[in-house]
């Protein structure tokens, strides 16, 4: 099982030696990948969690890819219906051909609806619209041209090369854990990645949910590659904790019990979702720095 981070592109320590800081940590403490956030208009609705400046996602990918040698690197997760798929589709095969194949690509549909009015993008059928995007890039990494003529996009003859150095393309981790998310990650999925969701909810609900999903497809099931909050604390949480919260033996546990759960990611996001959880990026990383080093004396 692999184990990745979340690299806070937003806020006021997202400068250019903090983020080059924490893709150090990533590189040194044997991470195995880190993944960013998206937003492309800090609208009030975006600012009560995630505040100004919003790295731009693709901007920070390729230049952490020229910093980093090892660490598989991607977007957890790109709003899809924020950007043109061609231009979705260029920019990651760009980055994944630049990095050599280590591009992973996150997405998503957004809940901002003052972030998708600023962007002139309706927010109603935003599902819709992000399942034919979706269809359009990997269309894209997988022909030298296409035609689309579809609900949201229409164009003849349209080629995006170069394409990626990953075969036969990078890996597409479908985020959230409603029931329209979780057949979407059955559709089109690599991974299915989560946020926030309990070990037992997984095991009884959403894991089964996602075979059911995955057997009217005639696909594979995709993999399981959660995202959870990782808050040490010095005294054992109770029961109705989220895996990534408590002591770090409870931490290392829950590690366990989703590998036994066939996960073959976990990605760990220090941020405790409003601004004023925000800490200097050095007690971020003293934590995450705890956790990998006791994760690997458990499992040498």
């Known amino acids: 099982m692999k184990i990745g981070i979340n690299i806070l592109n937003f806020g006021p320590y997202a400068d250019p030696e903090s983020l080059a800081g924490w893709a150090r940590l990533a590189e040194d403490e044997g991470f195995d990948f880190a993944l960013i956030s998206d937003h492309v208009a800090v609208t009030p609705d975006v600012a009560e969690q995630y505040p100004a400046p919003f790295q731009d996602p693709f901007a920070l990918l390729a230049w952490l890819a020229g910093t980093t040698s090892r660490i598989e690197l991607g977007t957890g997760v790109l709003i899809v219906p924020y950007r043109h798929p061609l ?31 600023a962007l002139g993008v309706p927010y109603e059928r ?12 990997v269309d894209h990494w997988t022909h030298d041209s296409i035609t689309k003529k579809g609900q949201f996009v229409a164009y003849e003859q349209v080629a995006t090369a170069p394409a990626p150095a990953r075969q036969p393309y990078p890996p597409i981790w479908v985020g959230g854990a409603s029931p329209a998310a979780i057949g979407r990650a059955a559709r089109i999925g690599d991974a299915w990645h989560p946020l ?40 054992p949480l109770g029961d109705d904790r989220l895996p990534g919260q408590g ?51 458990r499992h040498p």
């Open 126 to 137: 935003r599902g819709a619209r992000t399942d034919e995007y979706l269809d359009a890039i």
């Open 196 to 235: 926030n969701v309990r070990i037992d909810w997984l095991r009884d609900t959403g894991l089964p949910a996602l075979r059911t999903a995955s057997e009217s497809t005639g696909r594979p099931v995709p993999a399981l590659a959660p995202r959870i909050p990782l808050r040490l604390t010095d005294a």
């Open 87 to 117: 231009l979705i589709a260029r920019m990651a095969a760009g980055i994944d051909r630049l990095s050599g194949g280590r591009m992973i690509l996150g997405v998503g549909v957004g809940w901002a609806r003052q972030e998708f009015a």
């Open 247 to 297: 002591t770090l033996e409870q931490v290392l546990d829950d590690l366990d019990a989703l590998a036994a759960l066939g996960a073959t990611h976990v990605q760990f996001d220090t941020y405790g979702g409003n601004p004023a959880s925000l800490r200097p990026p050095s007690e971020d990383q003293r934590d995450l720095a705890r956790v990998i080093n006791a994760h690997h004396t």
